[in-house]
């Protein structure tokens, strides 16, 4: 069963590290500013040649409220006249993109993310994907094209205006339904709210709805946090991501309202996770790996089945064989061995769109070694297995060989029973799968010399 999952504490307490998330390989950590607009518009050439197909990301960085665990790039206003600026920008980058592609290139994949998408009026929802299909080739309903849902910022003419305008997933934030909870990190939203935006993507024929959860967060118990799972199990969502809080106050300005006393214990986070793995399994969801669960209908546990899942910066998908457009302040693409990222700061990817250049402030262009270890991140997190000879063929090198010096490790992770390892493939067991993250880590060349204070824990 690839679902299976065994909980064993004390492999959990040795290698629940600090690591990256691996959307992608290498990290973000790693771009730097000799990336710049040439290095785009040269990816982009190259994709319009090739004709591959596109999954475009769309930032919307407005909130009408912080939450305080939040470390998202992000604007906090009442002010709705904000986004106007803003939009005349992004359609602008929209075009000066689009300009460098093919018609031909279909859209097989759409994500609005933020901030709150919704914070936008209708009728700004309406001209910016007017926009997008009038640059870009935007498929009718057979594309998986998502929206990220507030359900205090939604209602039923929200959710019929999404279906209308070719939306057909959703992913609801909810992250806990205790008051004491909701107090503690200022988002006060109730149930009600969240079911009725369920309800209505239900009537409305939304192919998929998402819900995220958010453990360890302050005034969390695994008991009040074992009946929001369970209350969301009653939802029935497709999906659900249940994400570990990390507490990084130093480096995100909003965690520094709440109150550290109030954090659970790491023991009682483990006992959060272990209960809501439990509840999840017991109510049939599928564990897909990195915080993931989905139904066994679902197209991403089928993906794993088949051992076509990928993970890119929109996380697990089945769309990883496109070129990532990243739209807005600070999206990242990937656009074959390119990563690169639009400026972080609201002024001045306004500024320099308003001078029609693009707003690509860092990046990185992966090297073979970078493709190597790319490709066996992606296996491992993915389905949980690697096969040396696959690696060995697309990159013409002897896996022993290649990867001799870490074999000393990878034998101490068999030893203790996170994997199990051959000459011919490693197979993550049951008790290894929480931990992917750590085996992932073992690949990766820049691990030694980053801060490590700057990723979450694994669990």
């Known amino acids: 069963m690839l679902d299976a999952i065994r909980w064993d504490t004390d492999l959990i307490r040795r290698y629940d590290l600090a690591g990256p998330r691996y959307t992608s390989y290498p990290t973000a950590v790693q771009f730097h500013s000799q990336v710049g607009t040439f290095d785009l518009l040269h990816a982009l050439r190259e994709s319009r040649k090739a004709l591959r197909p596109l999954s475009l990301y769309v930032h919307v960085p407005f909130c009408a409220n912080i939450c305080y665990y939040c470390a998202c790039n992000k604007v906090i206003t009442k002010d709705r006249g904000r986004a106007l600026p803003y939009l005349q920008r992004l359609e602008q980058e929209i075009q000066l993109i689009a300009c460098h592609l093919d018609p031909g290139q279909k859209v097989e994949q759409l994500h609005f993310g933020g901030g709150t998408p919704t914070f936008l009026s209708h009728d700004e929802l309406r001209q910016l994907m007017g926009h997008l299909r009038q640059h870009f080739n935007l498929l009718d ?52 709210e969240t079911r009725a935006v369920i309800e209505a993507a239900r009537t409305l024929q939304f192919r998929s709805i998402n819900i995220d959860l958010i453990y360890g967060l302050p005034k969390q118990t695994p008991d009040n946090f074992a009946r929001t799972v369970e209350e969301v199990i009653n939802l029935q969502p497709d999906r659900l991501s249940v994400f570990n809080y990390a507490h990084l106050p130093e480096r995100f300005m909003p965690q520094r309202r709440i109150n550290s006393h109030e954090l659970p214990a790491p023991a009682e986070k483990l006992q959060m996770l272990q209960r809501t ?10 564990y897909i790996g990195m915080d ?31 070129d990532l457009i990243g739209l807005g302040v600070s999206a990242i693409s990937q656009i074959g061995d390119l990563y690169c990222q639009n400026s972080s700061d609201l002024n001045q990817y306004q500024n320099l769109l308003g001078g029609a250049q693009l707003a690509t402030s860092r990046g990185l262009v992966c090297n073979q070694d970078d493709r190597v270890r790319r490709a066996v991140i992606q296996q491992l997190i993915c389905n949980f297995s690697l096969d040396f000879e696959t690696i060995e063929q697309q990159f013409n090198i002897d896996f ?48 030694e010399q980053q801060n490590r204070q700057r990723f979450s824990r694994v669990i």
């Not at 594309?143 to 019929?160: F, K, L, N, Q, V």
């Not at 209308?164 to 009600?192: C, H, K, M, T, W």
């Open 141 to 192: 309903d057979s594309g998986d094209y998502g929206i990220e849902i507030d359900p205090r910022e939604a209602d039923w003419s929200t959710m019929g205006l999404l279906r209308e305008l070719g939306f057909n997933r959703v992913s609801i934030g909810l992250q806990d339904l205790d008051p004491a909870v909701q107090r503690a990190v200022n988002r006060l939203q109730s149930l009600e």
């Open 277 to 286: 793995i439990e509840q999840l399994t017991a109510a049939g969801y599928r």
């Open 292 to 322: 993931h669960f989905a139904l066994p209908d679902d197209e991403l546990a089928i993906a794993q089945e088949e051992s076509t899942l990928q993970r890119n910066f929109q996380g697990y998908t089945t769309h990883g064989h496109c």
């Open 400 to 447: 022993r060989g290649y990867f001799g010096e870490l074999w000393p490790q990878l034998q101490a992770m068999a030893e203790d029973g996170l994997i199990k390892l051959s000459n011919e493939n490693i197979e993550v067991l049951p008790a290894g799968r929480l931990l992917v993250r750590s085996v992932c880590m073992v690949f990766d060349a820049y691990l």
